[in-house]
């Protein structure tokens, strides 16, 4: 069973920047370089919004309202993605979610809080 854990999330003032983690136990092998690696938000009364996707061979897509400002990264060797967010709003708080795929399972970390207010 794949477990991801998200960290670095918390409090920042528009303009900031943050860099989320998330960390996955219980893949077997090297298999994370096989998954498909994703992060979403979802603020409250919002649907929950991918935000960041990169595959397997490091190709990535961003929905227009964070390309430019948000990077997703990934080492293979420490089983981690990252998310690097600049240039922050308030719009941008939400609960973000890293989310890993793969052919036969897709497995949700539980979240971590980013909060972009003055």
């Known amino acids: 069973q794949v477990q991801l854990v998200e960290s670095g999330g918390g409090l920042v003032q528009p303009g900031g920047s943050l860099r989320l983690s998330c960390t996955a136990s219980g893949t077997s092998g090297n298999n994370f370089r096989l998954y498909i690696m994703d992060w979403y938000r979802q603020a409250p009364g919002k649907e929950r919004e991918l935000v960041a996707r990169?595959?397997?061979?490091?190709?990535?897509n961003y929905p227009n309202s964070v390309k430019g400002r948000f990077t997703i990264s990934r080492d293979n060797a420490k089983n981690t993605v990252y998310l690097q967010m600049n240039s922050l709003s308030p719009e941008d708080s939400a609960d973000y979610y890293c989310?890993?795929?793969?052919?036969?399972?897709?497995?949700w970390g539980q979240g971590t809080q980013v909060i972009v207010s003055s």
């Open positions: 990169i595959d397997g061979i490091g190709l990535t």
């Open positions: 989310r890993a795929a793969i052919t036969g399972g897709t497995y």
